[in-house]
């Protein structure tokens, strides 16, 4: 069941004549609307920029650099691509990577966007997110556990909103929830109603400005 995902395409569509930077999150969702995302005009004006880091082979389809090429693809409009990893191995890294000129000059572009099209995780799956990201790695990247309720933009959040101290959240390479919250207009699109509290958190917290979901999420949000 497409709907929200071409509810989503018709309403981005709707936007680009007002938008010069749209900021895209990796995810199954913003991957749909991709698909589902068409224009009859060409808007080349218009540049898509992702707001993390890349996700590596093991999720290459959801990988925001590749949705972000779709999205121009289906636009006539342009891209940009964040050659870096999601996560690096310490806070020094993370230093040095962010004062690449190819990396710093695409973020600063990024947080200064006219509006995000973004999905939003479900619960807290450390098991999960160890496998896919941190495969190789020993040590925890995710102290604090037991106050994360999901991640916006791969930034993990708890029941307030706010970003949880973490390895994790520390050696992200992205938008910060901060940096998120000052774009104009942040659109959530998501169709699980096991997404519904996390959502309620985002809207509550200021993270999101609107939402495109279906009447299942919001009877949970409600």
């Known amino acids: 069941n497409n709907k ?8 981005l569509a709707s936007q680009l004549p007002h938008c010069k930077n749209i900021i895209i999150s990796a995810g199954r969702t913003t991957r749909e609307i991709a698909k589902n995302f068409v224009t009859t005009t060409s808007f080349s004006d218009v540049t898509f920029l992702p707001i993390s880091g890349g996700v590596g082979e093991m999720e290459w389809a959801i990988d925001s650099n590749i949705i972000c090429a779709q999205m121009a693809q289906q636009c006539g409009g342009k891209y940009k691509q964040i050659h870096a990893p999601i996560i690096v191995d310490s806070i020094e890294a993370k ?20 509006m995000a099209v973004v999905g939003i995780g479900k619960e807290f799956q450390k098991e999960k997110m160890m496998q ?3 495969a190789d790695k020993e040590e925890d990247y995710f ?3 037991d106050l994360i309720m999901g991640d916006f933009c791969y930034n993990y959040f708890d029941k307030n909103g ?7 959240n520390r050696q992200l390479i992205g ?3 901060d940096q998120l919250r000052k774009i104009p207009e942040v659109v959530c699109i998501a169709e699980e109603p096991e997404k519904g509290e996390n959502l309620y958190i985002a809207a509550k917290s200021g993270m999101i400005t609107s939402m495109i979901i279906d009447i299942k999420v919001a009877k949970v949000i409600l």
């Open 162 to 168: 706010k970003i949880v101290d973490c390895k994790w």
């Open 132 to 134: 896919t990201y941190l």
């Open 143 to 145: 102290e604090n556990e």
């Open 4 to 11: 929200v995902s071409v509810e989503a395409g018709i309403y």
């Open 95 to 114: 230093e040095i990577l962010l004062e690449q000129s190819f990396i710093k000059e695409i973020l600063e572009q990024s947080a200064k966007a006219d």
């Open 175 to 177: 938008l910060s929830l």
